[in-house]
């Protein structure tokens, strides 16, 4: 049964930093793509960045590209995003999602597994 747990959001001022984990089990790590994906209220989700397990190939938005560095530590079966210089429009509701698979992607759609959500609020 695959299962996600994300932790690290919380209240930060602009400029600040978090880092984001995505712990993960019932499933063999290294065979996935592990994606994080964001949800502001009245939007869309989105697709922030993303991490394939097996070849460390990354993916990033252009809104967090520059800011942001996604890792996985296969031992930990854990994948870490670290955020910079964060700004008021990052405020939303993290989510991280798995994909069987080594592809990196940001369609959430193509992803099958969700953890529940972690809030990450950056004041003005």
């Known amino acids: 049964d695959v299962q996600l747990q994300a932790s690290g959001g919380g209240l930060v001022q602009a400029g600040g930093s978090l880092r984001l984990s995505c712990a993960a089990s019932g499933f063999t790590f290294d065979d996935y793509a592990i994606g994080w994906f964001r949800q502001a209220p009245g939007k869309e989700r989105e697709g922030v960045s993303c991490?394939?397990?097996?070849?460390?190939?990354?993916y990033y938005a252009d809104s967090v590209k520059g800011r942001s560095t996604i890792s996985s530590d296969n031992a930990k079966n854990t994948v870490y995003l670290q955020m910079h210089s964060l700004k008021p429009g990052d405020t939303a509701v993290y989510y991280c999602?798995?994909?069987?698979?080594?592809?990196?992607?940001?369609?959430?759609?193509?992803?099958?597994?969700w953890g529940q959500g972690t809030q990450v609020t950056v004041s003005s």
């Open positions: 999602a798995a994909e069987l698979g080594t592809v990196v992607a940001s369609n959430p759609a193509d992803f099958g597994s």
């Open positions: 991490i394939s397990s097996s070849d460390g190939s990354t």
